[in-house]
């Protein structure tokens, strides 16, 4: 049984306008395939492109809207658009939580599954406003009303099982604390009944709606409701720990011999910022050498981040015993961001969906400063460095210049390729 959680900007709605708009979509799966999907504020913008993708995938798409006039049209857009007839309307105002009670006690009463929900509705910049229940409006709208509407479908959610909630939110959030002090929550004034400000109360929205999506996703863990299922390799390896690491591990370490004979060689392995969010179950900060592939407590994102840790980690060891031995090879780390590629192959669907529309948003930022940070990487002898996207050598995490970690994790991965005893 799953739940899981992505958060996306709702600056991805040009984007998602134009990929509907020129029928630019990932690959077509059987995963959403009579799925039952909510979307909220679904008749225009984000949420209508969302439900219309949705739609063409095959699923059972409620529009969850306000207006039922406006939400009707948007249902008739997406059957002609689509071809597929099970789109139907549900009305809910975010704006008064009795109108949420009753759109979760309608969707319990035709007893079906749910499989995705989308919180999209949201207002902004509104001048300052009560709800019917007393609330601020943005703030009801765009955090209060979906942290009710997710808690009442969410037993539903788990029953279902291999459910994703996605929470939209925006790069606002970031000044949602631009009048807390000390970048803290301002527990007496969080609907800003005080010095009220339509962006500030809109970015603290978006914070709010953030931060409960991460404190969910860890109740949900602590149950044991995990994000992706745990899978092993024909080696039996964890799937991101072989694939992202061990592998590459591997191959390198075959290669080295006749790097070393061409001599002036490069080795640039590609890591990601995600290796910093590594040690996020660490102890201290150090390597859990008796789980270093999650089989105790598995995150899909913390395995991701693990392993990108540990390619950077490996890629100082061998630059400084290459350096040692005087090796002609040099070594270093590339981080091409958001590049877009086929990386999130095995992510859930609805997952690699979203990681795609931020691809395309990024374009361009990504693939081509891979091939500057390979030209750059060990020029003029450079070894054992770290490279952004941006082609600037800047630091990776402290963990990962850890000498005896970085020592004993060389040896733990020869052990396991069965390359036997190496010189440190």
Request: some cysteine.
């Amino acid at each position: 049984m799953t739940v899981s959680f992505q958060r996306v900007s709702s600056e991805a709605s040009a984007e998602a306008w134009r990929l509907c708009d020129h029928g630019d979509y990932p690959d077509t799966d059987e995963w959403v395939r009579g799925k039952v999907c909510i979307v909220t504020g679904s008749n225009s913008g984000l949420g209508y492109y969302t439900a219309l993708y949705l739609a063409r995938m095959g699923a059972h798409v409620i529009l969850a809207c306000r207006n039922i006039e406006k939400a009707e049209k948007a249902r008739r857009e997406i059957i002609d658009a689509s071809g597929n007839d099970l789109v139907e309307v549900m009305q809910v105002d975010l704006a008064s939580l009795d109108s949420v009670r009753n759109f979760a006690r309608e969707f319990e009463r035709r007893d079906l599954p749910l499989h995705v929900l989308v919180n999209n509705a949201s207002v902004f910049m509104t001048p300052y406003a009560n709800t019917v229940d007393g609330f601020e409006r943005q703030f009801q709208t765009n955090y209060l009303g979906p942290f009710l509407l997710t808690n009442l479908l969410l037993p539903r959610m788990i029953e279902t099982g291999n459910a994703r909630i996605v929470n939209v939110s925006s790069q606002a959030h970031r000044i949602g604390t631009a009048n807390y002090a000390a970048g803290k929550l301002e527990w007496d004034n969080l609907q800003m009944d005080k010095g009220y400000s339509p962006l500030i109360s809109y970015g603290r929205t978006k914070l709010m709606i953030a931060m409960a999506s991460y404190e969910l996703a860890r109740r949900l863990a602590q149950q044991g409701v995990f994000m992706t299922p745990y899978a092993n390799t024909v080696d039996g390896f964890e799937r991101q720990f072989q694939t992202n690491y061990l592998g590459p591990f591997l191959l390198t370490n075959l290669l080295l011999p006749r790097m070393i004979e061409t001599g002036n060689a490069r080795i640039v392995n590609v890591s990601s910022q995600a290796h910093r969010i590594g040690t996020a179950n660490y102890a201290a900060g150090k390597l859990e050498w008796d789980n270093l592939q999650m089989d105790k407590g598995y995150s899909p994102l913390i395995s991701y981040g693990r392993t990108k840790l540990m390619i950077a980690m490996a890629s100082y060891e061998l630059a400084r015993r290459l350096a040692q031995q005087g090796a002609p090879v040099t070594v270093n780390v590339v981080d091409p961001f958001l590049a877009d590629t086929g990386v999130a192959a095995y992510s859930t669907p609805m997952r690699a969906f979203l990681f795609k529309l931020l691809q395309k948003l990024f374009a361009g930022r990504g693939g081509a400063d891979v091939r500057v940070g390979g030209e750059l990487a060990g020029a003029g002898g450079m070894t054992g460095k770290y490279f952004i996207h941006n082609k600037r050598q800047i630091a990776s995490s402290s963990t990962s210049y850890n000498l005896d970690d970085a020592k004993r994790l060389w040896d733990v991965s020869a052990r396991l390729v069965g390359l036997g005893a190496t010189r440190s």
